[in-house]
């Protein structure tokens, strides 16, 4: 048989199974300039800041919220920045949510020259531009909201506080909420969410890799030796969805629908469940680029309900609950990064998490809640990047569209200038890159 390669793919009905990258299946090329050092992006997101008093740090520490990190033993994969401040427009539930990845001023109804919804293409979709991929990025969260009140809907679009991932600056991305639609688009013919031979197998416990076996086992017997263990380990993360999947099917599961304290359970698993699949997509190559919203932008699925237990209330009036809801993201974040460790993704991957603000009783913009996550020695892994001192002071916070100005450069991109307005970077280096 032929050579095989990272972009065959077997096909079983209505499945498109990619092969995972491995270095036998690399294209052969001659000597070329040095490739760029991260080649992949996701970008992770809660609303509603930390317990963090008027802006300093309270919680947000390695000892406190951060302590996931810790346990899991990924302290020196993870930068803390201090004294970068999210971009306040409009309401920083709205304009921090829309511009987290762009920091762009936001559009309004009235009253603004910026009319319309709109705000800016984001960092993710750059780096989705680099190298087309089956899926040109994934994009997934929990929860969505139709509206708020009529102060609100009547000024900003309520699409500023669904999505963190804007195509361009006017076409937000909507999220994928459903981890079966999400499985489907991975590994799917790619046109459709809800493939009813997928479905099908679900249903019967049975695999996506059952009808592909003698293709797989062709492929594998192609591998040198040390490669069939990645390849077995492949195999076997898909079939942890899998389960995962019928799981939900059998508990006739709804996501997106329960608040946290809800059914914390059911948000646990829909998370680790979508985290799961895209870091089996980014193994097979079918996207390099993903967002992850561990929650809209208030944090309150459920309109205009005061519930012990929603982030939104919690950040307002209850931080014993809000530590203890920063506590589980934290934790799916840290899951999420030991993941792609544990598949060799991480050193070509940047991974960030943020909020929109860090004290929610005030929608401070000062200090936000701020990771950055990876490998390899290009980053000031195991530090904290301390912007200023002054930390309550938003004026005196550092634009974050410094830190995305040096993220491009180790995607191989030369962009002096990001973001817009009082916003925009400043041509400052953001610190978060080790000394060469």
């Not at 317990?51 to 346990?71: C, E, F, K, Q």
Request: net charge negative.
């Amino acid at each position: 048989m032929s050579r095989p390669n990272r972009r065959d793919v077997l096909r079983w009905g209505g499945v498109a199974l990619s092969l995972p990258l491995l270095p036998s299946l690399a294209p052969r090329v001659g000597s070329a300039a040095r490739p760029p050092s991260k080649t992949r992006f996701i970008g992770c997101f809660f609303p509603s800041g930390a317990a963090m008093p008027d802006g300093a740090h309270g919680d947000w520490t390695l000892n406190g919220a951060l302590a996931p990190i810790v346990d899991r033993g990924l302290a020196e994969n993870v930068a803390v920045l201090r004294g970068f401040r999210a971009v306040e427009d409009v309401d920083v539930h709205w304009s921090g949510t829309a511009a987290f990845m762009s920091c762009n001023r936001v559009g309004r109804y009235q009253g603004s020259s910026l009319v319309g919804e709109r705000c800016g293409k984001t960092f993710d979709q750059y780096i989705a531009d680099l190298q087309p991929t089956k899926l040109r990025s994934l994009n997934v969260g929990w929860g969505h909201l139709s509206g708020w009140d009529e102060g609100h809907d009547s000024i900003v679009s309520i699409q500023y506080v669904n999505s963190i991932a804007w195509r361009d600056e006017r076409n937000p991305i909507a999220n994928t909420r459903d981890p079966q639609a999400l499985f489907t688009r991975v590994f799917g013919d790619g046109s459709t969410i809800a493939d009813p031979h997928i479905a099908y197998l679900l249903d019967r416990k049975q695999s996506i890799l059952d009808g592909v076996l003698d293709q797989l086992g062709r492929f594998r017997a192609s591998l040198p030796a040390d490669e069939v263990a990645k390849m077995d380990a492949y195999e076997s993360g898909i079939r942890d969805v899998e389960r995962e999947l019928v799981a939900r099917r059998e508990a006739n599961v709804c996501s997106g629908d329960a608040t946290i304290d809800d059914d914390v359970e059911v948000y646990i698993a829909t998370l680790k469940t979508m985290q799961n699949i895209i870091v089996r997509a980014f193994e097979c190559d079918a996207a390099r680029s993903a967002t992850v919203m561990y929650h809209e932008g208030i944090g309150d699925t459920t309109l205009g309900t005061a519930t012990v237990g929603k982030q939104h209330d919690c950040a307002h009036n209850d931080w014993e609950q809000l530590r203890r809801i920063n506590r589980i993201q934290v934790t799916l974040w840290a899951d999420f990064i030991a993941q792609l460790k544990a598949s060799s993704l991480l050193e070509q991957t940047v991974v960030v998490l943020g909020s929109n603000m860090s004290d929610g009783r005030s929608h401070r913009s000062a200090n936000i809640p701020m990771l950055v996550a990876s490998a390899g020695n290009e980053l000031r892994l195991g530090e904290e990047v301390v912007a200023t001192t002054a930390f309550d002071n938003p004026a005196m916070n550092r634009n974050l569209a410094d830190v995305y100005v040096d993220l491009f450069k180790l995607y191989g991109v030369d962009r002096p200038v990001f973001g817009e307005g009082q916003w925009q970077s400043t041509g400052v280096p953001s610190g978060v890159l080790a000394p060469t």
